[in-house]
């Protein structure tokens, strides 16, 4: 399968494409190829994990769900990035299985309307009973949507579901009070947990043999990273670290309304960047564009996206629908 590297979409001049693109081949660990693709998932191979991103669906994000920054910014950068429209962008909702050992990990669910993912899954030719491990960044819906099958039983029926007790007491408080997402956090997890098959774990923990979860709080009080050693470097899936790639990399102080927290979901980021950066990761995120599999560069303080896509996916592919990402 040919593919190609793309320069993040921010340095649209020509020559930036080129020398993104030379940088990347010449000092990248950015070296996974895909094997295998369709319109809606993507495998590929970074040493002995096996990385298949699912597009879950793709919508649009208007001006008005975002904090700290004009309108006119909001604008310039939306038309500096190739937007089709200065007052929206557009948004990605990917989910990832993470293949490791004689483990399967799903990081999060997607919104998994209507037949739910599994005939995503079965698309790439996973079967959903091969799932060891469900890992939740956090209780929005764009996340654990589709963790129950159209009956209301456990989509995944070997897989242990795994949350971020933060985010448990958050969005399921003690006390019986709802908050908003109370009902389907409620209703997504009681399956599991009826079945014994459900742990809420603490941030920085280990949740199997080269597997770790990182606290990224501040869109929620427990949003979760999850951190993938390989033979080829560490992998991290980073959950909601960015909603917005044309805005938040040029300024990753810009919030939104779904964040708990906004100062903190602002510096968690920039924190994030850096060590991204820093540290050569591949990253995985849940909104960024499909299949949202990239690295993060850093020049002069400022940020950028290295994204990595196959040819002939322009746009995203994947899934159409109107779910709000949260
Ligand atoms: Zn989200």
Known sequence: MKTTLLAPAILLPALAFA?????????????????????????????????????????????????????????????????????EL?????FFLVEKGDRVFLVDTGVGAGPGIVPLLRAA???????????????????IGGLL?????????????????RDEEYFIPADGTDVP???????????????????????????????????LWGHTPGHTGFLFESSRGPFLAWGDIVHAYLVQFARPEVTLSYDVDRPAAAETRRRVFNEAADTGYLVAGAHLPFPGVGQVTRQDGAFSWIPFHPAGAAGGGGASGGAPVE
């Open 19 to 87: 020398l993104a693109a030379m940088h990347l081949a010449l000092a990248s660990p950015l070296l996974a190829q895909p094997t295998v693709s369709g319109e809606s998932w993507q495998t590929l191979e970074y040493g002995d994990l096996t990385v298949t991103a699912f597009s879950d669906r793709t919508g649009t994000m208007p001006y008005s769900i975002f904090f700290d920054i004009s309108a006119e910014d909001f604008a310039a950068l939306a038309k500096a990035g190739g937007s089709p429209s200065e007052g």
């Open 90 to 94: 557009a948004s990605w909702i990917n």
């Open 125 to 143: 030719g996973r079967e959903p009973g091969t799932v060891t491990d469900i890992l939740i960044t956090h209780f929005h819906g764009d996340h």
């Open 149 to 165: 099958d159209k009956d209301g039983g456990t989509a995944f029926p070997a897989a242990t579901l795994h949350t971020p007790r």
């Open 181 to 215: 997402g109370t009902e389907l956090a409620r209703k997504v997890t009681l399956p599991y947990r009826d079945a014994g098959r459900y742990q809420a774990f603490e941030p920085g923990g280990r949740m199997a043999t080269g597997v770790k979860s990182s606290s």
